[in-house]
Structures are given as C-alpha cells and as structure tokens.
C-alpha cells in the first residue's frame, strides 16, 4: 500500500505543477487503462500514477470551470447568497465566504462562482452565518502579488475553493432576505461561541490566542505574538492539528474506557475497545468542527479516524506507517489540492519523523525514544522543508518545543477547551477557567521571548533549489538510521548544498535589476558584486499589511540579502513609503535618502536620512549611480515632482528610475542634460521605469525621445482604480519602439546585465513561474 500511496501522490504531483492545465476529457480517458491495469494487475504502480494525475486533473477542471467570467471584473453585480463564514472584521473591513445562490442570480450575462470573498467596508450591519443575503457588488478573479518568495494568494484561493474576490458597493441598496443558520452548523456554532468568549474574555491578555487554539481563528493573532512564535519554531501551535485532536481523542478514550467499566448496563450493548474509540472520534470530530475544519484539522481527524476505524473498530491492526499512509491516500481522495499547501508537507513530514523514531528505525536505546531526541530529529528533518517554503528557520526551536508543546499540550489546550464548554453552559462558569488559560499562556511567553533574543536564533537562508532540499531531508533520515546501516557517515555530506548553494550574484561591472509586483505602488532591488539598493517600498494597504513585510523583505530574504546598503523613498506618497518602516524593522540599512527637503538633524521614519540632489552620485563594483534630480535650489509645489530621478549605468546597460515625477520636473530635467555638452548622455537609458505608474500628468513626448529606452516598465495594479498605465501613454512608449511590460500583468520583472555580453536579458515572474491556476 505504501509504494501505491506515493504512486498516487506522485500522478497528484505531476499535473500539479503544470501551468496549462490539459482538458477534463484527456484526464477521464487516462482512467480506462489505469483501471485496465488493475484489473490484470499488471503495471499496478503505473495505474496508481495514471490515476493520481486523473483524480487531479479532473477536480482541477471543475475549479477551473467555475472561475469569474472575465467580461464581469469590476461591474456592479446584484448577488444573492448566504454568509458562509464567519465575518472577520479587521481595520476598516469585514470580510467573510459569500456562498451564492446561481438559480437567483438574475440580469447577469457570464458565469458568477458559487463560492466568492467578499469585504464590506464601514460600518455594517450585524453580519451572521446563514443570513441570506442580496448584495451589490464588484467581483474580480484572484490576482496575487507576484514575486519571488512571496505568499502565493491565488494559489490559496484556488485550495480554498474561492474563485473569485469582491467588496460591497457602498452606496448601494442591500437587503437581508432570510436567515439559515442550520444550512451551515458547524461555522454557526463557532461564530455563537466566539461571541460568547468575546464577552467573557474582556481585558483578558491573549484573547486572540485562546480564540486560535479553541475556534481555529488565526486571523487577529497580534504580529508580534507571530514573530515570537516564528522566531521560536513554534508557529504549528497556533494550528489545531494532529497533536491537538489526538490528545483530546487519547484523553477521551481513557476517560470512555473508565466510564464503560462503571456502567454495567453498556457491557450487554457494547465491547469496551468501540466503546472509547467511538467516543474518542466523537470528541474529535466535535473538536474539527469547533476548528471550521480547517485543512490541518481534516489532515489530523483522517488520520485519527484511520488509526481508530482500523486498528480498534475494525480490528486491523496496522504497522504506525500503513496507518500513515491510509491516511494519506484518504486525505489525497478528500482533497487533491491539498498538495499546494507548504502545511500539509510540514505536518505530514513531521508525522513522518515520530513516526520513524518511535517504531524503531533508529535504534533500541531509550535515550533515543526520550521527547528530546523526538524534536531534534524533527527539526533536523523540517529545517530543508521550511527554508525552502519561507527561507527561514528557527535554530532554537528544539529547546522552544520542548518547553511549549508539553505546556500547551497538557496545561493550556485542557483548560481552553473546558473553559469554552463551560462557557456555552453559562458565561460565569468558564470565566475562571479561561482566566487560567489566559495565564498559562502568558507564562508560555516568557520562556519563548528569552530564546528568541539568542544570538543567531533565526536562520535566514536564500531559497534553496528543490534537489538541494531532498537530498538533505534524505541525509536526515539516514542520519537517524541505525548505525550499522552502509551509508550513513555520508549523511551530513547530503547536508552540505543547502548549507553552501547560494543564489548567483552579478559579475564586476553587471546588475541585478527587480521591479516588484506590489500592486499600485513602486519598490525595486538593484544589486551589484557587493551590494544591495532598495528604491522605494511599495504602499502600505492598512494597519495589519504592508507591501514591506508582504513583498519586500521575503524577496530580500529569497535572494539571500540580509543587509541594504542604501535606501532609497523617491518621495513622501504612500505607494512608494508606505512599506519602508517595516522594511528598516527587519532588515539593517546603512543609509537612508529620500526626495524630501532634509534640514538639520532630520528624520524620516525615526531614523536620520539625507535629501536626494542632482549630481550626487557613486560608484559600486564599477556600477555607476547618480541622481539626476531633484535640483538642489527647486521649489516644486507638487510633491512628485521632488522624486528622486536615479541613473544607474553598468557595463552592459543603463536603467533609469523616476519616481512619481510629471511634466514640470520632466521639463527641468530636459533643459538640464540640454544645457551641458554631452549631458543628454545622461537622461538616454536602456532600461526605464515610467515616471507616475503611466498617469497622463507625465511622459511627454520630448521626455520619451530623449530616454529613447528599449524597455519601459510600468509599476502598476492589476485592474487599479487609475487605470494605469493610461493607453494614450502605452502607445507613445510604444510608437518610439520600447518593449512594454507591466507589473500587474507580468508580476516582478527582473533584467540581468552580462558585461561579456554588453545585453540585458530579462525575465517575468508571472510567466516563469507559470501555474494553471493562475489569472491569465
């Protein structure tokens, strides 16, 4: 069964990563001869394979299907639906799964999807699952940011079966049409106890980890209690996965089985062993459905349902790893897409390890079977895992986990889950006891937050390649194999890659040049032999999420920087500053400049900085920059117009970076390089980043002929309320004979300079990177 699951997940994996998917018929014509070779069981891997990438394909297909029709992007839809999730109001929005009722959609012509996220902005009436609703909107495909290293929203959504996103029209007519809470049970009931804590826990320190670890709901988790938690490796907690349900079910099945000897009436209907195991699944399952049943928690009640179903109600006793794998085959079955999610390889590789460890294969002495070992060897197995899904691990994590999963595990989940069920009884009898897990959490913080202020606490690698990753997840078992088994001193050799690979630099004299996707807004990385320059940090969205800590910082930490040489904020507008102080929070930066007057002693973001002026300029690994703008003596009115204009000229080409500036600075900068002999040198680049994302109020004609760039790169939003770049500009770019991309079809667009060559070569992430999933 083992060889026949991996089968199956390697067909999963195969069409995964395709970035066309193929037709729903090729997939269903792909069953005949698999079942064919089933049944002669001949070639049985190869069935298993076949219908791997068929079960896949297939379900991939139905998604795809009911994708927005792209003729409805950005119109004004009236929907009727019901809220099937429960409203999560952070900042200005309130966001909840809007399930829509097709048969009563009415005047649209196009296919609207049957599940859709929506936000209602302001003030909102009081939002409940199951109310039936009918709303104004304006619905879009899933567009996520687009960059290296970056969290793959689009990717999310398709997993989570929303095929499209949306708010509610403000100033439109909406009308509460009926209620139905029974039509979802489960979200119901989590949204009723949520309320219900929310009145019990006021002034309560760590109310929204009590809320993660009974109703699963992550999302008001303050970020720093994310950062202590990442920094310690101990993030898993905050999921409720296998260890929590199967410590409930364990508790539970003890408890039955004492309950069972007590009442003599039972023992004439029901043996003792499905007596607990029912009673164990039933507390399990009641424990998921708190959960919402989250992807962790499916994952861990398949795998509690297999070990109980088979091994006590059905008395099959199973081998640890064939209860392992009959859990994944089902998990598989469920839900295909599960294979996208970097948690499901992270639980299931962590199950792996206990697994390994605890039946055997690592030898007899009990030294080795102690919980110590256990989480070392965890760490040394998940370590490749992690750093290749978020280039950072935790190297205190062992210590952390042997701390916090025994507290957690057996002080403060108890007492969560007792002071929630009391709670539903009467707000008075589970205050006391969520008082007490509200201090043992708090104690919990202390232990963590001395071991996340370790020196080298963190581990910030560049993004390994894959076959860098297997091949030290390879050595980590092999590592923990007996000692007689041929092969194992090469183990910490099959370690060394992921240590020593690091991603290319360029050559003296050449630059890395990247233009982030994050969204309406500009940041770009240039990179030299040695260093490092950060122009602009993209918008901050609202107070939880910025385009710093969203983009920036997990493109640095996926090439490997870990220190800025400079920073540059071309000017004051939020598109361009607005992620600056989160990037300053994580990452050291020796200088800071921005297009802002700076007098004496001045600060920007509470550091001090120094204006930007024509004709400063350096030199970098024979890299020249230079601003080119603004002039020292300038007096602009409009905040654009003081950008930082930065050239940057390399052996192999020249870029040119322009801010926000328009016409009036375009001007200045024109008579500028026309009053030198020589100087329009200065202003004609190869490569150009259009000054204001393409507005109209910039790239006059004059301008555009005296850069005469081969390439013009546009930091715009997909579908932005500017509609940016405007066509009229587009076109005159165009007419001059440059190459046009677009952050917001194209994702982050990276140009790579060869001095050997004397040629730019560029690539674009959305196509690099092509997935079937991804809006077109």
Known sequence: MRRHTLFFLAGLLIVQFQPVMPRVEGFL?????????????RGVCLAFLMLGAAWLGIHANVGLADRLSESLQGKDLVITGAIASTPVRKGR???FVFKINPVNQVGISGRVPHRVRLSWYGETPSLQVGQVWRLTVRLKRPRSFMNPGGFDYEAWLFQQGIRAVGYVRANAEHQLLDVHPIRFPAETLRQQLSQRLDSVMEGYHNPATIKALSLGYRENLPPEIWDLLRNTGTNHLMAISGLHLSLLAAFVYGLSRITWIRLPWLNR???QPDFAAMMAIAAAFGYAAMAGFSIPTQRAFIMLLAFFGGSVLLRKRLASFDNLFLALVVVLLVDPFVVMSAGFWLSFMAVVVIVFVF?????????WRQWGFVQIAITLILIPVTVYFFQIASLVSPIANLIAVPWVSFVVVPLVLIGVLFSALHESLGAGV???ADQAIQLLWVPLAWLAEWPHALWLPAQPPLWAVILAVSGGFLLLSPRALPGRLAAPFMFLPLLFIRPSLPDYGGVHFHLLDVGQ????VVRTQSHTLLFDAGPRFSAHFNAGQAVVMPFLRSKGVKALDTIVISHLDNDHLGGAEAVLQLVPAEKLIAGYAAGEDAQLLNRPYESCQRGQSWKWDGVHFEFLHPPADHQYERRNNRSCVLKIDSNAGSILLTGDIERQAEKVLLNYVGSELGALEKLRSDLLVAPHHGSLTSSTQPFVEAVNAQYVLFPSGHLNRFDFPNEEIVARYQSSGAK???TGADGAISFYTAPE???FRFETYRINSKRYWYDR
Do not use: D, F, Y
């Open 29 to 41: 014509a792909l069953c005949i001869p698999a079942v064919w070779l089933l049944i002669k069981k």
């Open 93 to 95: 929005a309130t966001r």
């Open 521 to 524: 807004g500009l940041s770009a």
């Open 359 to 367: 039946s055997g294969h690592v030898g007899k002495p009990v030294l």
């Open 434 to 436: 969520l008082w007490l």
């Open 757 to 759: 060559e004397g040629a």
């Open 740 to 742: 046009i991309m677009k």
């Open 269 to 271: 209907h029901v043996n």
